[in-house]
């Protein structure tokens, strides 16, 4: 009788994680309207959080996930690694893997707001660097997936180095 619940609620826990179904923090960022963090430019959509960031094709994988900062705050974590095979940069530059990351702190009232932006770079000798708090870029990024275009990291790279 055991080993048949065990089996069981090993089953309902597959099907959850199968079915999408994550953190309600995270449910929170993903349904937040997608709008520019910076104020200067606005972006004209009718997406969700969720529907810009889950399905953009300059990301080779995406990951959400929730962490507990420093203070104890809920923060939830959002990760593009980007395509390596849709740029001959990557060999260029000696990446190995780059990977966008952007975080939203829960506030006491259970309010999502952005608190970090950001990049990781992993290059190919096993070097590793970061470029922390770049609002600017992620109004570019925003810009970008508002408007469909950027499907190889050359066009990624192109519009990360235009910014306003």
């Known amino acids: ?3 048949r619940i065990t ?3 090993g089953l309902v826990a597959a099907f959850a994680v199968l079915a999408g179904c994550s953190h309600p923090n995270i449910s929170k960022v993903k349904a937040m309207a997608f709008t520019s963090p910076v104020q200067y430019y606005t972006v004209q ?3 969700t959080l969720g529907q ?3 399905h953009r094709k300059v990301c080779a994988s995406v990951h959400w996930g929730t962490i507990t900062s420093d203070r104890g705050q809920t923060v939830v974590e959002y990760r593009c690694v980007l395509n390596p095979a849709s740029s001959p940069d990557f060999t260029k530059l000696h990446y190995k893997k780059v990977t966008e990351v952007q ?3 829960i506030g006491a009232d259970g309010t999502p707001e952005l608190s970090y932006v950001g990049w990781e770079t992993l290059f190919t000798d096993g070097r590793k660097e970061s470029d922390k708090n770049a609002a600017d870029y992620l ?3 925003y810009s970008m997936i508002d408007h469909d275009n950027v499907s190889t990291y050359d066009q990624y790279d192109w519009g990360l180095s235009h910014v306003e």
């Open 45 to 47: 959509s009718d997406m």
């Open 139 to 141: 109004a570019n990024i």
């Open 103 to 105: 975080q939203w702190t």
């Open 7 to 9: 089996v069981g609620l």
């Open 52 to 54: 810009a960031l889950d």
């Open 1 to 3: 009788m055991k080993t």
